[in-house]
């Protein structure tokens, strides 16, 4: 009898000990499934800050050139007038 004592015991025990350690996993699994979720996050952020950059960028070289061009024909009107051409 106290060996079949000893063997519900030692059950309880394991199981105890499994369904712990299935917590402590689980706990750890919604850790990073949060993590997880953040950084996709700041990733998304990061692609949207990326493509606004690009664009600005864009529009700020076509600028740089119409100001260019600009300055070009400015320069070249001034210099027939003046006839250093």
Sequence with gaps: MKQLENIVESV????FKIERRQQ???????????????????AR???KVTKDFQEVRKKTLL???F????????YFRLSKKTNLF
């Design 67 to 74: 100001i260019l061009q600009y300055k070009f024909l400015f």
């Design 63 to 65: 600028l740089r050139l």
């Design 12 to 15: 309880r025990q394991n199981r």
């Design 24 to 42: 402590e996993e689980k706990h750890k699994r919604d850790g990073l499934n949060i993590q997880l979720s953040e950084l996709v996050d700041k």
């Design 45 to 47: 952020q990061y692609a």
